[in-house]
């Protein structure tokens, strides 16, 4: 656990700080924020787009040095990130810190499944899921002191000391599955990976700059039909190959499929909340940034304390009742957001966001420790990939779900004869109606996911008592 600790914290850390200061990088290169926006869309494309790849990997090479050498290369594209000399050296450096935190994130859930039996999974689970929350909640103050003391390269230079941390615990307490060398070791799946990372690039690139290019554009259009080719090329090809990247028959098991696309659904929502609430406390409300700030801190404080909780319990208790229960509270507070007129008080905004940040910690622990116990044992690291990879892209699409149904539903109000302020009160209490109905949708589908026996047929019996 102390291995992977500064893995899952280093990432989100640097997402959280480096959003704060992209006017300073703007100003600093002379670029428009059109432009600069792809300092962080660069890093998200190309670690969401390797996902899977590096996840097989994992079950195919050695998991320990595909952390340790992920965690180098995110640590060294922090380094030339921050010294950067120009914009392209920057964007640059951004796709480097890419490529080693895709290889972080695909094997640190099955480091952490083979690590801990079955019965300790969900809490060691949560417990890594702690770091990755803590890093998203001190990210925008440590972001707001770095830019306060020194100039926008230490957002990014502040992680490489915690990376060089990170891969001296790594190489010390690490450790790889005591499982016997094979001749007959299947061949990595090359055209698999090269079709499904195309497809999952186009698709992103749809998702994160659809709106910016306009959805009836060319380039938009190409991308779209392009992803769908590919992912079309992509399920044919995984079907008849010798040794696929992802084994579809994985899928056949109803309590993974169910989970991944919790997962995906259940992140929609959370990254609407992400992106609505800051632009309904300041914009919609008038609240400055302080007071903001203030406001945010219960979601992330309420994950940090319910992800380890509900991991330990679903030890005990199964995924089923703890998922679907944690995504019927995110939808709760979602409505009740929705419904509280344009003067509410700070006593009035509190409780929706405790119960969202609660609802979303007794969600995730258990919800991963479900996919990763589902899986096979030659398939370990193929799940921790697909479950990173169903995790940002459920990121992508709550983003651009919130921009397109606030962009839809802001003239409408508009034409009510409502002044902008209230229109754009209104269409933000819109957008929080959408996730509210998508994290129903993510209770719908962790109520239909198979119980312990749907596991696996080579799952032992600890193994399947764990993850009902």
């Not at 600093?28 to 590096?54: C, G, K, N, R």
């Not at 595909?66 to 922090?78: C, K, P, Q, R």
């Not at 801990?116 to 909640?137: C, H």
Request: proline share 6%; hydrophobic share 55%.
């Amino acid at each position: 656990m102390i291995g992977v600790s500064l893995g899952a914290f280093c990432p989100p850390l640097g997402v959280s700080t480096i959003s704060i200061g992209l006017p300073a990088i703007a100003s600093s290169f002379h670029q428009p924020v059109t432009s600069t926006e792809w300092v962080i869309v660069t890093y998200t494309l190309v670690i969401t787009a390797l996902l899977m790849t590096f996840g097989r990997l994992g079950d195919l090479v050695s998991t320990k040095r595909l952390y340790v050498i992920g965690f180098g290369v995110f640590t060294l594209g922090a380094l030339t990130s921050g010294l950067s000399p120009g914009f392209g050296w920057l964007i640059a450096s951004r796709a480097v810190q890419g490529l080693g935190g895709a290889m972080m994130f695909s094997v640190a859930a099955a480091i952490v499944t083979r690590a801990f039996p079955p019965s300790e999974r969900g809490l060691a689970l949560g417990i890594n899921a702690v770091f990755i929350y803590a890093g998203l909640t001190v990210g925008p103050l440590v972001g707001a002191f770095v830019l306060l003391t020194s100039s926008w390269r230490g957002l990014f230079l502040v992680s490489v000391p915690l990376g060089i941390a990170g891969v001296l615990l790594a190489l010390l307490f690490l450790r790889d599955p005591d499982v016997p060398l094979r001749r007959d070791r299947p061949q990595f799946d090359l055209v698999g990976a090269l079709l499904g990372s195309l497809a999952l690039l186009c698709l992103l690139l749809v998702l994160s700059q659809g709106p910016t290019w306009g959805l009836q554009s060319p380039a938009t259009i190409a991308l779209m039909i392009a992803s769908l080719a590919l992912a079309f090329g992509f399920q044919r090809w995984e079907r008849r190959a010798p040794a696929p990247m992802v084994d579809l028959s994985m899928f056949a098991d109803r309590l993974f499929s169910a989970a991944l696309a919790s997962s995906v659904l259940a992140y929609l929502a959370i990254f609407m909340l992400n992106l609505l609430v800051p632009f309904y406390l300041i914009h919609g409300l008038g609240f400055d940034y302080l007071h903001a700030g203030i406001l945010l801190t219960p979601v992330p404080i309420a994950m940090v304390i319910f992800a380890p909780i509900s991991g330990w319990l679903s030890d005990r208790i199964g995924s089923r009742l703890l998922t679907a229960g944690g995504m019927l509270m995110v939808a709760t507070s979602f409505y009740w957001l929705s419904r509280l007129g344009i003067h509410p008080s700070y006593l009035d905004l509190v409780p929706p966001l405790l119960i969202n940040g609660v609802g979303t910690g007794l969600f995730t622990s258990p919800n991963n420790s479900a996919v990763m116990g589902a899986a096979r044992a030659g398939r370990v690291g193929t799940a921790a990939g697909l479950l990173a990879t169903s995790r940002s892209l459920g990121m992508a699409l709550g983003t651009a779900t919130a921009a397109a149904v606030t962009a839809l539903r802001l003239p409408v109000h508009l034409a009510d004869h409502l002044t902008p302020a209230v229109a754009a009160l209104a269409s933000y209490q819109d957008g929080f109606l959408v996730a509210g109905i998508v994290a129903l949708l993510a209770a719908m589908t962790s109520m239909v996911r198979g119980s312990a026996r749907s596991v696996a047929s080579g799952a032992r019996p600890a193994e399947q008592q764990a993850i009902g």
